[in-house]
């Protein structure tokens, strides 16, 4: 790691050297590795002696950032919400306590409740839903597989990550004229611009949306809840296997 993390700071560096006067300048690039597991042998600083032509001999250092390091505040403050999905990993060698200790799992959906409290914020003033639909999604996928011999900690945080920021994007959706969990009600409402249609048509879409994301996490299909937020053909095809129309919001696979 540490020869490769040397050869890609210099390719960086030759690739954007200006000339000064008669001098080229040459200025790495300021890079870190990340580690996602740590241990108490992970270094602070990846190092290479680096012997110049002139034997000068020079350390390079490359520092290290360890996911364990951070705290959910940290994550949320520093606004690193791409690390998210990752912090569920300082768990991993203690999943059978949470399983076993209501007062452990309690602790544990709490802290992803912040996490949701947080997203849902930021996509409402950003207007990013769909961004935030992907992240709370991958979110929940990591902590099905760190926790995937713990049927009560997976159910507990799919159900509160989901919720709102899934709403937010079949709103995003519906605004935007797709066919977010549309019947043909929906469609006019949106193409006549009629009032009652349109507010119909809206709630109806939601309805069915929620619906749908319901039976996918109940059958720990992660990736098709991402899936559907972005594209309606997919959500048309989702919604016909699952048989969820109109009123009907039960989850029956249709074969």
Same mark, same amino acid.
Request: glycine letters at 6%.
């Given at each position: 790691m540490t020869v490769r993390m040397v050869q890609y700071d210099f390719a960086i560096g030759i690739e954007h050297a200006r000339k000064e @006067?008669?001098?080229?300048?040459? *200025?790495?690039?300021?890079?870190?590795?990340?580690?996602?597991?740590?241990?108490?042998?992970t270094p602070d600083y990846l190092e290479a002696d680096l012997v110049l032509p002139d034997e000068r001999t020079f350390v390079y250092r490359i520092p290290t950032i360890k996911m364990?390091?951070?705290?959910?505040?940290?994550?949320?403050?520093? @606004?690193?919400?791409?690390?998210?999905?990752?912090?569920?990993m300082?768990?991993?060698?203690?999943?059978?306590?949470?399983?076993?200790?209501? *007062?452990?799992?309690?602790?544990?959906?709490? *802290?992803?409740?912040?996490?949701?409290?947080?997203?849902?914020?930021?996509?409402?003033?950003?207007?990013?839903s769909a961004l935030y639909a992907d992240l709370s999604?991958?979110?929940?996928?990591?902590?099905?597989y760190i926790f995937r011999? !713990?049927?009560?900690?997976?159910k507990g945080i799919g159900d509160v990550m989901g919720g709102k920021i899934l709403e937010l994007e079949s709103e995003r959706l519906f605004n935007a004229?797709?066919?977010?969990?549309?019947?043909?009600g929906k469609a006019e409402g949106i193409a006549e611009g009629k009032a009652e249609g349109k507010a119909e048509g809206k709630a109806e879409g939601i309805h069915q949306l929620s619906a749908l994301i319901q039976c996918l996490m109940r059958n720990g299909r992660m990736d098709d809840i991402?899936?559907?937020?972005?594209?309606?053909?997919?959500?048309?095809?989702?919604?016909? !296997?699952?048989?969820?129309?109109?009123?009907?919001?039960?989850? *029956?696979?249709?074969?």
């Open positions: @006067n008669r001098r080229y300048r040459i *200025e790495l690039p300021r890079s870190c590795v990340l580690y996602l597991r740590s241990s108490s042998h364990a390091a951070y705290t959910k505040d940290e994550l949320l403050g520093k @606004n690193l919400l791409m690390l998210l999905p990752f912090y569920i300082r768990y991993e060698k203690h999943t059978d306590d949470y399983e076993q200790d209501p *007062e452990k799992l309690k602790s544990l959906l709490t *802290e992803y409740e912040d996490i949701r409290i947080h997203l849902e914020k930021e996509a409402t003033e950003a207007g990013r999604a991958l979110i929940v996928k990591m902590a099905n011999r !713990q049927a009560t900690v997976k004229g797709k066919k977010a969990g549309i019947a043909e991402a899936l559907v937020t972005r594209d309606s053909k997919e959500l048309d095809r989702l919604l016909r !296997q699952y048989g969820i129309t109109g009123d009907n919001g039960k989850c *029956e696979m249709k074969q």
